[in-house]
């Protein structure tokens, strides 16, 4: 249990549920695509998974902005 206290106050774990909770907001309310939210989800998890490792986030983020724009491109 302490565990999860020390990881919820971590300062990524808070960023990264802010910007999950700001994406989907901005997915009900209409304001984003889906191409557009996925990479900016893929990030928030990310950086709350990837808290330390600076180098696997941006790995990871590229990847999905790059799956992302080859779903676009198929439809």
Known sequence: MMAVRAWVRQPTTVAGFSAMLGTLCALILHQLQWTQAVPLLVGAV???LLPDN??????????A???VS???GDK
């Open 54 to 63: 600076a180098g696997a986030k941006q790995e990871a983020e590229a990847l």
């Open 70 to 72: 080859r779903i676009a």
């Open 65 to 67: 902005t790059e799956a």
């Open 46 to 48: 990310t950086s709350m």
